[in-house]
């Protein structure tokens, strides 16, 4: 399975963007699906998760109601809609998909095991 992440671009602190996330070969529907992001030198930080089987929503501590995971059936995508951004935001924003519990996933990395990801999406918030 291969995925595509889109969307991304420069934003004045206090803007707002949507990320998308497509399969390519496969749909989302069969998997959790995550968008994770790593800024410079840092290490992956899970975002959001979402469990379509179980009706779930995950969501890191930092994100405090700012972005919003969507499942869009009809386009077979996986959106994260963002919206307050501030300059600590700016990161390359991945998605990852597999069968692995949500939890898993949000802590994932390139390296684990039953997950697929996207190329990832520069985003860029300007202070």
């Known amino acids: 399975v291969q995925l595509q992440a889109s969307g991304g671009g420069l934003v004045e602190t206090g803007g707002s963007l949507r990320l998308s996330c497509a399969a390519v070969?496969?749909?989302?529907?069969?998997?959790?699906v995550a968008w994770l992001r790593q800024a410079p030198g840092k290490e992956f930080e899970g975002i959001s998760c979402?469990?379509?089987?179980?009706?779930?929503?995950y969501y890191g501590d930092f994100v405090k109601g700012r972005f919003t995971i969507f499942s869009d059936i009809a386009k077979d995508t996986v959106d994260l809609i963002m919206s307050n951004l501030k300059p600590e935001d700016t990161a390359v924003y991945y998605c990852?998909?597999?069968?692995?519990?949500?939890?898993?996933?949000?802590?994932?990395?390139?390296?684990?095991?039953?997950?697929?990801w996207g190329q990832g999406t520069q985003v860029t918030v300007s202070s």
């Open positions: 990852a998909a597999g069968s692995v519990p949500c939890v898993t996933l949000l802590s994932a990395t390139h390296q684990t095991d039953n997950t697929y």
């Open positions: 979402i469990d379509s089987f179980a009706n779930s929503h």
């Open positions: 070969g496969s749909s989302l529907g069969y998997y959790k």
